[in-house]
């Protein structure tokens, strides 16, 4: 009698913690989730108080880290025999700096301005980042590809590298002053009616969201010249064949280090590392 005595008190016991817990994590949850209203509400008052003409100059900080110190600073952090490499990729242009210098931005970006949004930022948005890729499902979508460098932050951030990456890239293929213009304010256009259009709608419909390539490709695909139909043509071929590829590095006589392309065999997709040949 004793033991079912105490037996009942602890699952009452156990129940009632259940319950609080349940309550707590109920309130957590309406918290976290403002309603449309709310969110629009929030939206305006960081505008307000951090107007979108505050982000239209940067003035460099007068303690402003040394770019190449910075590099040098990050290159400790890898392998030394690719450190050269990377600083060969990264004089060849403009736009192949501009890859390399994520660091170099992300200080610059950390006094600019923000509305104290915080996201989980890609850390590193720029053109190159994104690309054609399978889903489980053997669509192509079109998206963000890189992570490397995520973490939370202003969403400001991935926006302005992103903007950026297309102003130095139009520049580094020769457009005129308007053409460049007329690219960044699209870029940043389409990025506003994307976050218009997800704030109406539930988070699980955004998690679904995507650019289906072949639906793209029928509507904007007679607008690429007949080169740049061609390099998308064969970026999608391979992009569609399941033998993807990867890269593997090579070492050589004398310490030098290079980097190939090499079809993916059957137990490299299986999940284990490919061997450099």
């Known amino acids: 009698m004793a033991a079912t005595t105490k037996a009942t008190r602890t699952n009452r016991a156990t129940s009632a913690s259940s319950k609080r817990a349940a309550e707590a994590l109920?309130?957590?949850?309406?918290?976290?989730?403002?309603?449309?209203?709310d969110r629009v509400a929030r939206g305006r008052a960081a505008r307000a108080e951090v107007p979108r003409s505050s982000h239209a100059t940067f003035e460099p900080s007068p303690d402003r880290c040394d770019p190449i110190a910075l590099l040098e600073r990050q290159a400790r952090t890898r392998v030394p025999e690719l450190v050269p490499i990377r600083y060969g990729r990264m004089l060849v242009s403009p736009f192949t700096f501009y890859r390399g210098a994520a660091m170099i931005m992300a200080g610059d970006l950390a006094t600019t301005p923000r509305s104290g949004l915080a996201v989980q930022c890609c850390g590193d948005a720029h053109l190159s980042n994104f690309g054609v890729f399978a889903s489980p499902e053997r669509r192509l979508v079109f998206d963000l590809n890189?992570?490397?460098?995520?973490?939370?932050?202003?969403?400001?951030?991935?926006?302005?590298?992103?903007?950026?990456?297309?102003?130095?890239?139009?520049?580094?293929?020769?457009?005129?002053?308007?053409?460049?213009?007329?690219?960044?304010?699209?870029?940043?256009?389409?990025?506003?009616?994307?976050?218009?259009?997800?704030?109406?709608?539930?988070?699980?419909?955004?998690?679904?969201?995507?650019?289906?390539?072949?639906?793209a490709m029928q509507e904007l695909g007679s607008q690429l010249r007949p080169a740049a139909a061609r390099r998308t043509g064969k970026a999608l071929a391979k992009a569609r064949n399941p033998r993807q590829h990867v890269r593997v590095l090579q070492a050589h006589e004398g310490g030098r280090w290079s980097s190939a392309d090499r079809k993916s065999g059957p137990a490299d997709r299986a999940g284990r590392r490919p061997r450099p040949r």
Request: proline content about 2%; glycine content about 4%.
């Open 26 to 37: 109920k309130a957590r949850v309406e918290l976290q989730h403002r309603s449309v209203a």
């Open 146 to 215: 890189d992570f490397d460098e995520t973490l939370p932050g202003p969403w400001e951030w991935d926006i302005k590298r992103l903007a950026v990456s297309m102003l130095v890239a139009a520049q580094d293929n020769g457009y005129t002053i308007k053409q460049q213009q007329r690219i960044v304010l699209a870029t940043v256009d389409e990025y506003r009616g994307a976050m218009a259009c997800f704030a109406g709608i539930k988070d699980l419909d955004v998690w679904y969201a995507h650019l289906d390539v072949e639906s």
